[in-house]
């Protein structure tokens, strides 16, 4: 038997396919920028901070790392509700895409403040610069600069994974893929597109991530 | 007055005690160099002056203030002296100008076009004015150290501490250095300095204090050390440079 390929057959269910990127747009980008601003507190808890604060953050971080996304996912959206926390499914992706990302970004974020010369916060330090005041403009641009490859490649992997919000009826790009598999019996057309659509929204990402790396960090890299 | 007073000071790390009951008083204006081996102490002294390393016992006055009273009253008290190192420490992220810029702004709550008048001012004094909008990473080491100068000037300190701060550069490039610092002290400004320039030293400094093993062994004007110094470990000093 010979499969007569027919992409013809998705023309009714363009709607459906841009509502999902839209969709997985709108998860990578609140995951993102919330995730990474997670990731810049922690990392700072966790290497410079209080000490009451350092353990917490430290279980937070071990715990999201050691568990799998979906159970993560799940709990929020099946588990939080019979403590009283009803989330409608979009934000409840948004949450645990912004958890998930913020224990990974906190350990890469981390191991750029470790690598920061002693001499930059010395230098601060000698100037008469707070604690914070020097972790704020000495320490945290350099770090993150040297990081950012790291990090991008972690969001990346975070907007992939948000692929998983479909388990609970988010209707982003796999939520339409099924869809119109079921609809139309199109299998392999409707993933077939869906996954271009994904890696091309993967390498836009990693442009995008790439070119505002350096807006943002000008002067080269960092020592 | 003394403006920097150190009495009777003793550090360790662990076992090995590097400061053997350190006393030296420094007047406004004077020009210090601390010379000595490698091991003797130099550094670990003038770092403590601004509390970047803690010590044991005795104390440590600058203008009144403590060195070791609380984290506030250190803030203070770096605020009104400088430090300059061997490796520049510059702020890679931020131009020449926004390096210079940084402490009176967040520091001293300077306002942006005032701090930015200040700035100029400083690198004009170091004679890099034009590179204010450069990057660290565009500098030679030369012009990073005379931009690290301009940035601890900025806040107006009453001292300037000089950790080697030529050693890091090709022989070529201390000139100019030294000749910015060599400006310094001819306005009046306090200098203490751990360097290995001796013809510098000797040059421009008051007073050389040679340290040996923890301790200020032998100190007096450049004349007296290097024509008569008294005990055998500088005159082993001199010989070897």
Same mark, same amino acid.
């Given at each position: 038997?010979?499969?007569? /390929?027919?992409?013809?057959?998705?023309?009714?269910?363009?709607?459906?396919?841009?509502?999902?990127?839209?969709? #997985?747009?709108?998860?990578?980008?609140?995951?993102?920028?919330?995730?990474?601003?997670?990731?810049?507190?922690?990392?700072?808890?966790?290497?410079?901070?209080?000490?009451?604060?350092?353990?917490?953050?430290?279980?937070?971080?071990?715990?999201?790392?050691?568990?799998?996304?979906?159970?993560?996912?799940?709990?929020? /959206?099946?588990?939080?509700?019979?403590?009283?926390?009803?989330?409608?499914?979009?934000?409840?992706?948004?949450?645990?895409?912004?958890?998930?990302?913020?224990?990974?970004?906190?350990?890469?974020?981390?191991?750029?403040? #470790?690598?920061?010369?002693?001499?930059?916060?010395?230098?601060?330090?000698?100037?008469?610069?707070?604690?914070?005041?020097? /972790?704020?403009?000495?320490?945290?641009?350099?770090?993150?600069?040297?990081?950012?490859?790291?990090?991008?490649?972690?969001?990346?992997?975070?907007?992939?994974?948000?692929?998983?919000?479909?388990?609970?009826?988010?209707?982003?790009?796999?939520?339409?893929?099924?869809?119109?598999?079921?609809?139309?019996?199109?299998? /392999?057309?409707?993933?077939?597109?869906?996954?271009?659509?994904?890696? +091309?929204?993967?390498?836009?990402?990693?442009? +995008?991530?790439?070119?505002?790396?350096?807006? +943002?960090?000008?002067?080269?890299?960092?020592? | 007055?003394?403006? &920097?007073?150190?009495?009777?000071?003793?550090?360790?790390?662990?076992?090995?005690?590097?400061?053997?009951?350190?006393?030296?008083?420094?007047?406004?204006?004077?020009?210090?160099?601390?010379?000595?081996?490698?091991?003797? *102490?130099?550094?670990?002294?003038?770092?403590?002056?601004?509390?970047?390393?803690?010590?044991?016992? *005795?104390? &440590?006055?600058?203008?009144?203030?403590?060195? !070791?009273?609380?984290?506030?009253?250190?803030?203070? $008290?770096?605020?009104?002296?400088? !430090?300059?190192?061997?490796?520049?420490?510059?702020?890679?992220?931020?131009?020449?100008?926004?390096?210079?810029?940084?402490?009176?702004?967040?520091?001293?709550?300077?306002?942006?076009?005032?701090?930015?008048?200040?700035?100029? %001012?400083?690198? =004009?004094?170091?004679?890099?004015?034009?590179?204010?909008?450069?990057?660290?990473?565009?500098?030679? *080491?030369?012009?990073?150290?005379?931009?690290?100068?301009?940035?601890?000037?900025? !806040?107006?300190?009453?001292?300037?501490?000089?950790? %080697?701060?030529?050693?890091?550069?090709?022989?070529? $490039?201390?000139?100019?250095?030294?000749?910015?610092?060599? =400006?310094?002290?001819?306005? *009046?400004?306090?200098?203490?300095?751990?360097?290995?320039?001796?013809?510098?030293? @000797?040059?421009?400094?008051?007073?050389?204090?040679?340290?040996?093993?923890? @301790?200020?062994?032998?100190?007096?004007?450049?004349?007296?050390?290097?024509?008569?110094?008294?005990?055998?470990?500088?005159?082993?000093?001199?010989? !070897?440079?």
């Amino acid at each position: 038997m010979v499969y007569h /390929f027919e992409f013809g057959a998705l023309i009714p269910y363009i709607p459906v396919i841009l509502h999902g990127v839209l969709i #997985t747009v709108e998860l990578t980008l609140f995951g993102t920028v919330l995730g990474i601003i997670v990731s810049i507190l922690c990392a700072w808890a966790r290497s410079g901070g209080p000490l009451w604060l350092r353990v917490p953050v430290g279980t937070y971080v071990e715990l999201i790392r050691n568990t799998p996304f979906i159970i993560q996912l799940f709990f929020i /959206f099946f588990g939080l509700p019979s403590v009283g926390v009803h989330l409608n499914a979009i934000d409840a992706s948004i949450l645990a895409m912004v958890i998930n990302l913020g224990a990974y970004g906190t350990e890469i974020v981390r191991a750029g403040i #470790t690598a920061t010369p002693r001499g930059q916060r010395e230098a601060g330090a000698s100037l008469g610069l707070s604690g914070p005041q020097i /972790f704020r403009h000495i320490v945290l641009v350099p770090a993150l600069s040297r990081i950012w490859p790291a990090l991008s490649g972690q969001v990346v992997i975070v907007m992939l994974g948000s692929a998983v919000c479909s388990q609970i009826s988010v209707q982003e790009l796999t939520y339409a893929a099924s869809f119109i598999q079921s609809r139309s019996f199109r299998a /392999f057309e409707a993933y077939f597109v869906v996954t271009a659509l994904y890696l +091309i929204l993967a390498l836009l990402l990693r442009q +995008i991530l790439r070119l505002g790396g350096k807006r +943002i960090f000008p002067g080269g890299k960092a020592r | 007055m003394p403006l &920097i007073s150190l009495t009777n000071l003793h550090k360790s790390y662990g076992q090995n005690e590097v400061l053997k009951g350190i006393s030296l008083d420094i007047e406004p204006g004077e020009v210090i160099a601390l010379i000595g081996k490698s091991g003797s *102490g130099k550094s670990t002294l003038l770092r403590c002056i601004n509390g970047l390393e803690s010590f044991q016992e *005795g104390s &440590i006055l600058v203008a009144g203030t403590s060195v !070791m009273d609380s984290p506030n009253q250190l803030r203070l $008290l770096r605020q009104k002296i400088g !430090m300059i190192f061997q490796q520049f420490n510059l702020f890679p992220h931020l131009t020449v100008g926004r390096n210079v810029m940084l402490a009176p702004t967040v520091v001293k709550k300077t306002r942006q076009g005032e701090a930015e008048a200040l700035a100029r %001012e400083m690198l =004009d004094r170091v004679g890099l004015e034009q590179k204010f909008d450069a990057y660290p990473g565009q500098l030679s *080491g030369g012009q990073q150290q005379r931009v690290a100068i301009a940035r601890a000037l900025a !806040m107006q300190p009453l001292a300037l501490l000089c950790d %080697e701060i030529t050693s890091a550069l090709d022989p070529e $490039l201390v000139n100019e250095v030294l000749a910015v610092v060599r =400006d310094l002290a001819r306005q *009046g400004m306090t200098l203490v300095m751990v360097t290995h320039e001796m013809r510098f030293a @000797r040059e421009v400094c008051h007073r050389l204090v040679f340290m040996h093993q923890g @301790r200020l062994h032998e100190s007096g004007p450049p004349e007296q050390v290097f024509n008569a110094p008294t005990t055998a470990e500088l005159q082993q000093f001199l010989g !070897m440079q």
